[in-house]
């Protein structure tokens, strides 16, 4: 098998996955914002169950690139394979249909800061139960306890009653994130989740976040800033430079010295 190789210094190989078929698969994909082509030929292969690190510095194209696997950004060219779907044929309410399938973890957290904690989770059944999951009260009790064991899940169930506007930033992205499990996601895509927290408070979103996603099965494929997260959260780390990839490794300590360079 051949190193992947960042700049003349090799790498450990990415090892063969024992993990299930391919539930993310990216080929050729190009995205151009004018002249610049922020991603140029990327293509990228995750598989069930798998975690995996996105790198690279601002304008690298992370955030792009998980926004073409859902179409909230349209690709130039190339093609998506999203949890078996050719993502790039999909009508409107097909698309509709598996973006329910995805959970998307932003870094601003998009509650509804008027409304209470439990319906901010609450909202995240709207893709299956619609005009039931709009807020708490006319929600079924079995949709507000779902709600209720999510938010539990995060360690907030006695904050469910909680304005959303009257939390911490630590409290909120946990918010999100019970949200996100609410949606009963397969693959759960996440931009910088911990980026707009402290260090002490990213840490520990970062780690829940990686332990429920570990727990339930889900595919994550995450972007970050932060190396320690990388390693100590991702089985493989994944290096976009000028819109390329350039680095596919298990993630590992040894690996520290490499991924710094790409912030140098």
Known sequence: MTAVVLDGAATRPAAASTAGPAEIAADGLVKRFGRTAVLDGVSLSVRRGERVALIGANGAGKSTLLRCLVRLVEPDEGHTLLLGEPVGRLGRRALTRLRRRVGFVFQ?????????????????????????????????????????????????????????????????????????????????????????????????????????????????????????????????????????IVLDAPAHPGLAPVLERFFE
């Open 108 to 244: 601003r957290h998009n509650l509804v800061p008027r409304q209470s904690v439990l319906t901010n989770v609450v909202h995240g059944a709207l893709g299956r139960a619609g005009l039931l999951a709009v807020h708490q009260a006319v929600a079924p009790a079995a949709l507000r306890a779902e709600a209720v064991a999510c938010l539990d899940r995060v360690g907030l169930a006695a904050l469910a009653r909680q304005r959303a506007d009257t939390l911490s930033g630590g409290q909120s992205q946990r918010v999100a994130i019970a949200r996100a499990l609410m949606q009963r996601p397969e693959v759960m895509l996440a931009d910088e989740p911990v980026a707009s927290l402290d260090p002490a408070a990213g840490e520990e979103v970062m780690a829940l976040f990686a332990t429920l996603t570990r727990q339930a099965g889900v595919t994550l494929l995450f972007t970050t800033h932060t190396m320690t997260h990388a390693i100590a959260y991702a089985d493989r780390v994944v290096g976009l430079r000028g819109g390329r």
